[in-house]
């Protein structure tokens, strides 16, 4: 039986490469709030979360519209699309009688997912 592919939690990943806090925008740390509530499965907190990131994003768009906005919602979109791909492998991975093919697309698509989110 093949490997499961595992990869970090994004939660982690945030924490590893912090900014110094005097730095972080208040986006950055309503992204850090939305990624941990969607990835432990707190959809309703996580929606109320983007809703306020969508919030912020546009104030500091109107605040200051040298910078580039709108990074932040994408980031937490790409972050759904990682989130939801990788519990359609492991649930594909996880049935005693697995699909070989189901399990190879749902993989292709987790790190395709992955790769754009960490890439963005």
């Known amino acids: 039986m093949r490997q499961p592919i595992t990869l ?21 740390k309503i992204l850090a709030a939305f990624a941990h509530a969607y990835e432990v499965g707190e ?16 104030n500091s768009a109107a605040a200051h519209p040298e910078r580039r906005s709108g990074d932040a919602l ?23 009688s697995g699909d ?5 697309r749902t993989s292709r698509e987790m790190l395709d997912a992955y790769r754009r989110w960490s890439n963005s």
């Open 100 to 104: 070989a093919e189901e399990i190879e």
């Open 43 to 58: 959809g309703g907190i996580a929606a109320r979360l983007r809703r306020v990131l969508e919030e912020a994003e546009l």
């Open 8 to 28: 970090p939690l994004i939660s982690d990943i945030l924490v590893a490469r912090p900014v110094p806090k005097y730095d972080r925008r208040l986006s950055d």
């Open 74 to 96: 994408r980031q937490a979109d790409l972050l759904i699309e990682f989130v939801d791909a990788r519990s359609a492998y492991r649930r594909a991975s996880e049935r005693e």
